[in-house]
T-cell receptor, first 114, second 115 residues
Framework: AQSVAQPEDQVNVAEGNPLTVKCTYSVSGNPYLFWYVQYPNRGLQFLLK??????LVKGSYGFEAEFNKSQTSFHLKKPSALVSDSALYFCAVRENTGGFKTIFGAGTRLFVKA | DVKVTQSSRYLVKRTGEKVFLECVQDMDHENMFWYRQDPGLGLRLIYF???????EKGDIPEGYSVSREKKERFSLILESASTNQTSMYLC??????????????FGPGTRLTVL
């Protein structure tokens, strides 16, 4: 069965410092991996996705994520955090079996302090 | 840009009431989804629809039903609302061009409180 784990409920980082939000997954075949962000009182917005190819995926707002097949991880990163990055981040996985079902992690709340 | 709208941002209902949550997308997407979001649980799929009048149960369909009479509109129905259905409800859509890799586009959410 598919599953996604976001091991940290909350991540705190100072503005200007690099940030990492962790995600590990479990699927039976090759995964399709996604990151979404949710700002207060808003729906989820797509940040980036890994389908195939280069393990480093670049997305919106300066975010990137690295796919590591051996560690079954897809960590979200940004070289220099902004206060406006403070939000709730969700990792999600879908199997490449042609299906619709997406499994979401529990979410990680990012606080960026000025 | 894809736009997914939901009929209400906030809704307060009483136990036993029938509740309708409406979702409309404007990009001719094939697939539409209803999730509920609860702290510490992430998003859980209630129902999805891959075509007009077609629907499939997700992980937590109990107590809910759905309707998709038109391609752009997907409704979630709580037949008899209960307090444990107090939650944030999110609607999403995907194009259906390649389901495993399609990006989901979300509405702003409806925060439902059942008293």
């Amino acid at each position: 069965a598919q599953s996604v784990a976001q091991p940290e409920d909350q991540v705190n980082v100072a503005e200007g410092n690099p940030l990492t939000v962790k995600c590990t997954y479990s699927v039976s075949g090759n995964p399709y991996l996604f990151w979404y962000v949710q700002y207060p009182n808003r729906g989820l917005q797509f940040l980036l996705k890994y389908i195939t190819g280069d393990n480093l995926v670049k997305g919106s707002y300066g975010f990137e994520a690295e796919f590591n097949k051996s560690q079954t991880s897809f960590h979200l990163k940004k070289p220099s955090a902004l206060v406006s990055d403070s939000a709730l981040y969700f990792c999600a996985v879908r199997e490449n079996t042609g299906g619709f079902k997406t499994i979401f992690g529990a979410g990680t709340r990012l606080f960026v302090k000025a | 840009d894809v736009k997914v709208t939901q009929s209400s941002r906030y809704l307060v209902k009483r136990t036993g009431e029938k509740v309708f949550l409406e979702c409309v997308q404007d990009m001719d997407h094939e697939n539409m989804f209803w999730y509920r979001q609860d702290p510490g649980l992430g998003l859980r799929l209630i129902y999805f629809s891959y075509d007009v009048k077609m629907k499939e149960k997700g992980d937590i369909p109990e107590g809910y039903s759905v309707s998709r009479e038109k391609k752009e509109r997907f409704s979630l129905i709580l037949e008899s609302a209960s307090t444990n259905q107090t939650s944030m409800y999110l609607c999403a859509s995907t194009s259906g061009l390649h389901p495993p890799t399609d990006t989901q586009y979300f509405g702003p959410g409806t925060r439902l409180t059942v008293l």
